[in-house]
């Protein structure tokens, strides 16, 4: 179903070629460029703070600051292998969906928020057994911050995931049209990219 | 499926939402984004008013060298409110919100931005924004500056609670303003308008959004230290504790430095649309414009710490920031000179908006070259925190912004209202403006060459005539803005109908009635050249392209 769109300005120079009618639809689909943007945007936030602790690292004689202990870096990794394993399975989950396997869909999806709780458990079991404290010591205030703000936005997915399961339970999603949980996946992945880059900015560097 | 069907379905678009009935969706929660932009325009506008009055009461207090008008705690209070309100609430707002929205979209031929309830949302994130900077009042207000560095900002008390709030608001609603135009100028442009096609304002819309969306979250970051610092006592800026106030330099002005182009890119676009108009020739250079903006953009995200010079970063850091810093003069010279060529050799019909811009383009470049200056490290150790920051700040911010700003407020006002407004008074407000705007900042380089500080309550003796005179001017030019209010109310009730095109511009807005219709465009125009070709037939699709562009005022 290709056509020919004289009537988009073709005969004036620069047309824009052959448009199928989902074509013609697709571009005046803006929702996924915007939340793109959104993402975009949000990792400014992060990127902001990255440079922040980097910062004032580089105006530490050691780090972290002498008296201050390192976050236990296997209890980190623990929790970057679950969610890595999230964003897995939250891709799988996607994938299913998109088959018409509803089921495959619903149990995978089951299974990322389960992992992601459990990052957000192991954050909080780290949270209440550090040395370090928010207020104590320029390394605590970049942790404390970027790992704070980092476990938010888990929550903040958990939270939109669950909500898509619902929705999708209640049949919002068809394997056609699915913008919301292409969102969430995107958005979990974002996630899931954070950690490395806080892992390896707190843990080993 | 033919071409027909393609036909068909551009010019049936299904309208994007149904136009309001009741009151309270048609001008309070409104999705339009014409009633948003003028929404905008109304906070925006009385914000800068507020903002004035602060200002008019720093310029009280400095008539005299111990003036006892207002208390040192009450007159830093002023400067902070006077600096924040304008930049955050003031032009911002104006210069985004209220243009952006009501003039991009109809450039482009589109219906609404991409997301109209966003666009909503982002409004009214603005109206609290203010009631929460100025309920600080009541609290114990900030007084730390625009800038509020710490540690200063973070002993001065709960101010600065309330100051990150709300700016950390309105922020939020420029940020999602900035993502729904960039999505709309990429998604939403009407059939046939390449990249290469948009008027010059789309441009500006488009590299300011990209700036925004950058930048604003890098503030809010920025503000969320200070916040947390205070509310928390986290130690981000605490040397006992292995923080470093320098930090909050480099955050602020990673952000705030990109802030003034975002203040004084859509004002480029602004000016690029207007001079075409009046000089009745195609702009000079459309595509140099466009990619300067765009050069400039990237640039300012590269000379942050030419606000540091004199926060001991070393010669190896400032000397490259000096260097990047005298570059942006390039695209921008490149811009001027455009502007100028395009007047150059035309018959320019001198109404009040014309008037207006060739006051911004005088009085911007001066403000350009004091930048320069102040960008040369050696200067800037004198320079830096004296009125001569002042005065150059004032050049391209109200000189520059300002300007362009009212500009396109006599420019557009027909289109928004339907109404002309009266040119005679125009042109009086602008010869007022323009002679009381410099003789109130131009002695500012003088005093601050001299070396009065800024933000300081009393001053040397020495310098009271040149400050008497400053003030004075001030409280004129001041009251030269009257005859822009009685302007607006006289046009609104007496004005006369302004037909679709009264200036006899080509861009897409001036195609349609005035005020538009709700849904702009009834069919989809399609486009097929830039808008600024005068003297050859209008490049729009039927039924726009038989709009008359004789100039009928
Ligand atoms: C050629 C372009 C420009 C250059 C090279 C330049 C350079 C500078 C420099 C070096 C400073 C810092 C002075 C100091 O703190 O000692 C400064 C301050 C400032 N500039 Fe510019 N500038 C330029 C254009 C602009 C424009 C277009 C705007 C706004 C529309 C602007 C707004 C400001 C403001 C608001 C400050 C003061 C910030 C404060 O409160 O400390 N400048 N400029
Ligand atoms: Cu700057």
Redesign the interface.
Known sequence: MTVHTEALGHEHGHGHGIMTQEEYIEQRDTRFLGFLLFLFTDSIFFTAYIFAALYLRSAAPVWPPVGVERPDVNLGAVNAILLFGSGITAHYAMHRLKESRIAGYIWFTIATIILGSLFLGGQAYEYAHIHATWSGSSFGAAFFTLTGLHGFHVFVGVIYLIVTLLQSLGGTYTPERHFGLTAATLYWHFVDVIWVVLFFLFYIY | ???D???I??RTEAPIHPAPESFVRKYIFSIDHKVIGVQYFIVSGLMILLSGLFAEAIRVQLTAPHNTFLTPQQFDEAFTFHGTLMVWFGAIPMVTGAFGNFVMPLQIGARDV??PW?NMFSFWTFPPAVLILLSSLAFGAPNSGWTEYPPVSLQAGVGIVFWTTAVFTVGIGA?LT???F???V???RA??M?FT?MPLFVWASAVTAVLS??A???L???L??LF?SHV?????YDPS????VV?FQ??FW?YSHPAVYILIIPVFGIVSEIIPTFARKPIFGYKLIAFSTVSIALLSFMVWAHHMFTSGLGPWVTLPFMILSMLIAVPTGIKIFSWTATLFGSNLRLTTAMLFVLGFLSTFTIGGITGIMLASVPVDWHEHATYFLVAHIHYVLFGGTLMGVIGGVYYWWPKVTGRLMSESLGKWHFWLTFIFFNATFLPMHFVGLLGMPRRVAYYDPAFQGLNLFISISAFLLAGSFLLLFVNAFWSLKKGAAAGPNPWGARTLEWMIPSPPPYYNFKETP????TPYGYGEPL?YSAPYNSVSTTPTY
């Open positions: 499926m033919s071409t069907t393609i036909e379905l551009r991409a997301f966003l940020t900035a993502l729904n960039l999505t709309t990429i998604k939403m059939p046939g390449t096609r969306l950058v604003t979250t890098a809010a970051s920025a969320g230290s947390l928390f006592n986290v130690p981000f504790r292995g923080g470093t930090l480099h955050m990673f399609e486009v097929y050249a490049p």
